[in-house]
């Protein structure tokens, strides 16, 4: 292990230290009781892994719009939320603060940035998806985590049907959205024919 992974598991298991202190420290001296903190960290946990499954189902019209950084500072708070603690429960029900969310988000957007360009950067050179890369590569990878289907989940027309994003060589056709997805409305058919000089 390198020394980054062992400084995390130190890290980690001081976290888990410090919850468990703080745990029985709340159970004998503010409740008198061991079972109320238990289902407060276990509803909080709840409520964590919905707040994460809703936030990714919002990721993709957040980036068209700019709010991603805040979207990351709500994830980070549920992941929080889902640790077991109480101390982690109270700094991610922080973040959820809406002076506190907007404080973080220039920093959420700046990481969100750098994992798109990296993750678009390893997807173009065609190690995401193989050769070819782009965004048909993105589809077969199954799309946004918790999404169904491929393609874009969330935006109208692009799921690709069967979750699989079309591969469209240069002299095809396709069109969009799917014939038959929208009653009494013919698709609009793009040529992809690549023009010649």
Not at 141 to 158: I, Q, T, V
Not at 172 to 194: E, L, M, V
Request: charged letters at 15%; hydrophobic letters at 50%; one cysteine or more.
């Amino acid at each position: 292990m390198g020394k980054i992974g062992c400084a995390a598991a130190v890290v980690l298991l001081g976290m888990l230290g410090l919850e468990v202190w703080v745990y029985l420290l709340v159970s004998r001296l503010v409740v008198h009781d061991y079972f109320v903190p238990l289902v407060v960290i276990g509803v909080m946990s709840i409520i964590g892994v919905a707040m994460i499954r809703r936030t990714i189902a919002q990721i993709p019209m957040a980036l068209l719009g700019g709010g991603g950084g805040r979207l990351m500072v709500r994830m980070m708070a549920g992941a929080l939320l889902v640790f077991p603690g109480l101390l982690t429960d109270a700094l991610g029900l922080l973040l959820l603060l809406p002076g506190v969310n907007r404080l973080f988000s220039t920093l959420g957007n700046k990481i969100l940035a750098a994992v798109i360009k990296r993750s678009m950067a390893a997807m173009m050179k065609g190690g995401a998806g193989g050769a070819g890369g782009g965004f048909a590569a993105f589809g077969q990878l199954g799309g946004f985590p918790g999404a169904k289907g491929g393609g874009f989940p969330g935006f109208p027309g692009f799921p690709a049907p069967g979750g699989q994003a079309p591969r469209l060589s240069p002299d095809d056709q396709a069109s969009f959205p799917p014939k038959g997805r929208i009653p009494g409305k013919p698709p609009k058919t793009y040529d992809t024919t690549a023009e010649r000089e």
